[in-house]
């Protein structure tokens, strides 16, 4: 029943005038003054907008709100900002039986760091800022926001790491290998699906039995062996399938292995090759001890996650992760931003 609904809606539409919609949006952010960043996001946004950003920035409604808590800080941090898209795609959200359009952008916000933002010292040099941005859109208007943007990868950039080192490698990421991430025109739907086919045959994949030793087998019927997990700032980038259960999967397991709850996802959706989704929070679990250096948590906490991919002859091929690592961290007693601000006061 769901395929038939995605069927016949994606080919109904070619989601066009969304996908204009939203370049005009990012468009128009980069190039405003931040005294009229409010009034430019209400040109595109509904004014009862639902934004949703990552710690510090939480939930937010409204064009104002958003321009307050988000845009004018970073713009006024990173001047000369311009977007650097490595992914664009639009299509029916999974999750609402394939009734809603979503567009999605992935890739660098980038500028000069010039002023100081979220106690961050600034560089005066070129820095990136890795996000993941999904979009509702209805009506003309964007109704939904889901903004994720890596804010440790800044800090460590700045030379400000706050974390001991850690399994995986921390660099600015690079995007899609093939470099057909951009999906500006209309896509063949067939495409879409069999790439939506390929993420959830992963999410409903038997097995994910950690410290195993047919886990790679497992991993195999879903992934390409040469796949690349190009993680958070703070767990880093794994490359192959020993190199990601080595590098990411043991160590997550080791110390988060203690009331695991899956919550399920806000959005999902594919177009082309590319595809992913997120959640709010996706996950709920508790630090039993040793994960990112951190003593055992108090208590459960939540991962607000994005997953984007890329799928090649009905595997996955990469994919791109981004975790409110802030939130998580904070939700066990240690506010990242407030330490670094604590420290810049007192030297």
Not at 40 to 45: I, S, Y
Not at 79 to 101: C, H, K, W, Y
């Given at each position: 029943m769901y395929w038939a609904a995605w069927h016949r809606c994606s080919t109904m539409s070619d989601?066009?005038?969304?996908?204009?919609?939203?370049?005009?949006?990012?468009?128009a952010i980069c190039a405003a003054d931040p005294a009229e960043t409010?009034?430019?996001?209400?040109?595109?946004?509904?004014?009862?907008?639902?934004?949703?950003?990552?710690?510090?920035?939480?939930?937010?409604?409204?064009?104002?709100?958003?321009?307050?808590?988000?845009?004018?800080p970073l713009k006024t941090a990173f001047?000369?900002?311009?977007?650097?898209?490595?992914?664009?795609?639009?299509?029916?959200?999974?999750?609402?039986?394939?009734?809603?359009?979503?567009?999605?952008?992935?890739?660098?916000?980038?500028?000069?760091?010039?002023?100081?933002?979220?106690?961050?010292?600034p560089t005066g040099r070129i820095t990136m800022l890795?996000?993941?941005?999904?979009?509702?859109?209805?009506?003309?208007?964007?109704?939904?926001?889901?903004?994720?943007?890596?804010?440790?990868?800044?800090?460590?950039?700045?030379?400000?790491?706050?974390?001991?080192?850690?399994?995986?490698?921390?660099?600015?990421?690079?995007?899609?290998m093939t470099h057909e991430g951009l999906m500006w025109d209309k896509q063949d739907p067939a495409t879409g699906k069999a790439t939506l086919d390929a993420i959830n045959a992963m999410l409903n994949n038997p097995g994910e039995k950690f410290h195993d030793p047919d886990e790679a087998m497992r991993l195999a019927r879903v992934w390409?062996?040469?796949?690349?997990?190009?993680?958070?700032?703070?767990?880093?980038?794994?490359?192959?399938?020993?190199?990601y259960i080595r590098q990411h999967v043991n160590p997550f397991d080791d110390a988060l292995n203690e009331g695991y709850r899956f919550n399920g996802h806000l959005c999902r959706l594919a177009e082309g090759h590319f595809g992913g989704f997120f959640g709010w929070a996706n996950l709920t679990i508790r630090n039993s001890g040793g994960y990112m250096g951190m003593p055992a948590g108090p208590g459960p906490a939540d991962m607000r996650v994005v997953d984007m991919y890329r799928e090649q002859d009905g595997k996955l091929a990469e994919n791109w992760i981004f975790i409110d690592i802030l939130h998580f961290l904070n939700m066990q007693?240690?506010?990242?931003?407030?330490?670094?601000?604590?420290v810049q006061h007192n030297e």
């Open positions: 989601f066009q005038s969304e996908k204009a919609l939203v370049r005009d949006f990012h468009a409010a009034a430019t996001l209400a040109r595109f946004t509904a004014p009862d907008w639902h934004w949703r950003g990552m710690h510090p920035f939480h939930e937010q409604t409204g064009p104002e709100a958003v321009a307050d808590v988000y845009w004018n001047t000369r900002l311009q977007r650097r898209p490595d992914i664009f795609l639009a299509g029916l959200n999974e999750m609402d039986g394939f009734s809603s359009v979503w567009v999605v952008s992935m890739g660098h916000l980038m500028g000069l760091f010039d002023k100081p933002w979220l106690g961050i010292r890795r996000y993941a941005e999904f979009n509702k859109v209805e009506n003309g208007k964007i109704t939904e926001t889901a903004m994720f943007c890596d804010i440790p990868h800044v800090m460590i950039q700045a030379g400000q790491n706050p974390f001991p080192p850690q399994t995986g490698a921390h660099l600015v990421q690079p995007g899609p390409h062996d040469d796949m690349i997990w190009w993680g958070p700032a703070g767990i880093g980038a794994a490359y192959t399938i020993p190199g007693g240690l506010d990242v931003l407030g330490r670094m601000a604590s």
